[in-house]
């Protein structure tokens, strides 16, 4: 049965302030994982089954997204953090802003401050949005996935059920959307392997033998 989105996150925060009146502290150990995927490279897909079989949450697009927005006009997410948790958030904030050159608007705060948020309560994969590069100073696994241009083309024909032609198109604004996402919010280019600690070829590698992979690197 699907949740709603609000019942998700809604979990999430309640999860989170019971630890914080536990006093369970974050993991010392990598427990977060960053996916950032070429369209049609089965990155959601990898994504679904690390989470599963680490028995991690996962945070996508639309979860993160609905976050912010909430996040905009309430301080419950950081706040489940403890009084130290959300100054080393703040301060790890501050510290992108500077290391990055950047001139954050009102989104971008947000998002810092909820990626941080959640790498900070651990066990999670989050996909996208940049997490590779918000979490610089947590102890992640930043992971990029990639396939040929051909593979990822029937992908995405088979999804939306285009032609070949229009899927083309479609995976090449995707993909150009998200490199200006992360070129305006972290000023960074996303086709740089130095930016991730595993780059996985689904061209070469079932879904399966990645999440295997991206297991062992967490060993």
Known sequence: MNRSIH??????????EMQKKQGVSPATTCNVITISRERGSHG????EALAQALGFDLFHHEILESM???????????????????????????????EHHLWPDEYSKVLLRVLNTIGRHGNAVILGRGANFALKN????????????DLR?????QELGLNAE?????MVSTDANRTAFIRRYF??????????????????????????????ALA
Do not use: C, F
Request: a negative charge.
């Open 166 to 170: 229009d899927a083309q198109k479609m």
């Open 68 to 98: 912010i927005k909430e996040s905009q006009n309430t301080k419950v997410l950081l706040e489940t953090l403890d009084e130290k948790g959300m100054n080393i958030v703040d301060d790890l904030v501050a510290a992108l802003v500077h």
């Open 44 to 47: 959601q897909q990898v994504a």
């Open 7 to 16: 019942k998700i996150i809604d979990e999430h925060i309640k999860r989170w």
């Open 138 to 149: 947590i102890n992640a696994l930043r992971v990029r996935i990639v396939a040929p241009d």
């Open 187 to 216: 000023n960074a280019d996303t086709q740089d392997p130095a930016n991730y600690d595993l780059v996985l070829n689904t061209g070469t590698l079932s879904i399966e033998k990645a999440v295997s992979i991206i297991q062992s």
């Open 153 to 157: 083309r029937k992908v995405v024909q």
